[in-house]
């Protein structure tokens, strides 16, 4: 159980009961004004156990009930504030589920005289490929071989029924310890599938089947907005540097938890692109309807078919990277790179990028799956270092240009699967403060793979030496100078600056994950993760 209220222990585990334990409720989400309910209810009479917001929703309906389930039900969802996915059965109705959500996901599964209901198809995806999407307040009555929905005012809805991909039911580990280290060894294959038909060799240049926007419309875009949260804002902030330095198109890139409590200002001509894994995520989906709110053009970048996201944007490209259990994002990240990659090409051939040059950046992307299974290749080499650095409690990753979000999304692997506190920072900006850290304590991870500024992270590099810090470099073959330096150095196949992220954030992927294996920690259920994060 992911707490939001409460300790993460037995007793504000789901599901909560009303007083008598006739009616016992799951929920997904947050419910703001529980405090002034629980109040009011227990003034009624009504016993808490747990310290959880969900408590209130069981006690809120029995308190309404009078033999009629689903009237009680509707009489108690619109004093719920908040955002909330719900199901709950009762001991008078034994042979039904009703399930609500406002502003949540909530997918229904339909399989073989059986029903499923979760916030996320991969939960169920292995038993039935049939889900009806239900939207805002909608209220499904389940039954295991019957399915109704009624709509706010009550009134009964034709549901529809989508088709899940066939490829979201491949969620089994295989002869893998964990799905993340399953999601890191699939990378050669989700990167080749992000690039699958989207290449035109003899233009250089990209196109996606899924985009309607026009010619023209892209053509009028000067100015690029990034919506995203944790590692797909990493790849949104990658993309930055790709669009401008390819397309010369400006970019900014924004947290989305923070822009949605913006006035922002949105320029005409500017496209906006929302970033998320799931498609699920509260956060990007409140910033997308702000900015919609104003009339601009937004593509999802998203792995989830049918999910919030893909349904409220204008249009979107898929990353067809297939489910990612594990609750770190990994083949996500890498994927969404390589969509954005393509991405940026297209914009920069629509402009002033020449044929040739084109065609080189296709090269580059072509050559990726087999220099991240170099990487992969190397794994046992990657383990023997992670295993002499897990007892460290800190750490830095540094890099410059392209491998500046790269730390940082490196630095995110560490601290959320390791629980080793970890900070990516831009080389250049250690002096300013943060170098007043390094001790023999501390060590480095050197992102080095940006030919462009090489020399410069060397400087920085030398100056944590002088701190006593020591330095794990993650460098091209061919890369001189860093012998003396470093005191490790995991060597990458070389690729050009722009798609160095990838074979680097593959080793950064791998450290992380054999430091948190040394150190004995839950790899693809971290504490305190959930990993769709549907509410604020
Ligand atoms: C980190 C991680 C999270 C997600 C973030 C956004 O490994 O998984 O930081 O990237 O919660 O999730 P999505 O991409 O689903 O919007």
Redesign the pocket.
Known sequence: RWATHGKPNKVNAHPHFDTHHTLAVVHNGIIENHDALRRDLKEKGAIFVSDTDTEVIAHLIADFYQGDLLKAVQQAVPLLKGAFAIALMHREHPDQIIAIAHETPLIVGIGQDETFISSDANAFSQYTKEVVYLNNDEIAVIKANKLDVYDVHNKPVAVERHRISETSGDIAKGHFETYTLKEIHEQPRSIHNALLSRTVEDYGTAFFDEIDFDHNELLAVKRILIL?????WHAGYVASYLIEDMARIPVQVEISSEYRYKNPIVPPDTLVIAI???G??AD?IAAVKEIKAKAAKVLAICNVQGSTLTREADACIFLRAGPEIG???TK?FTSQVVVLALFSLMMARMRHMSKQEGQAFLEGLQTLPEKVQQVLDNSYLIEEIAKKYAHYQNFFFLGRRYMYPTSLEGA??LK?ISYINANGYPAGEMKHGPIALINEDCPTVALCANKFTFEKLLSNLMEIKARNGKVIAIAEQDEKGLQNIADEIIWIPPTIDELAAIPSTIATQLLAYYIAKERGADIDQPRNLAK??TVE
Do not use: F, M, N, Y
């Not at 995203?228 to 797909?232: E, P, R």
């Open positions: 995203a949260c944790g590692t797909s998320s894994q799931s699920e995520t990007t609750v770190c994002s996500a995110l692997k959320e769709s994060v």
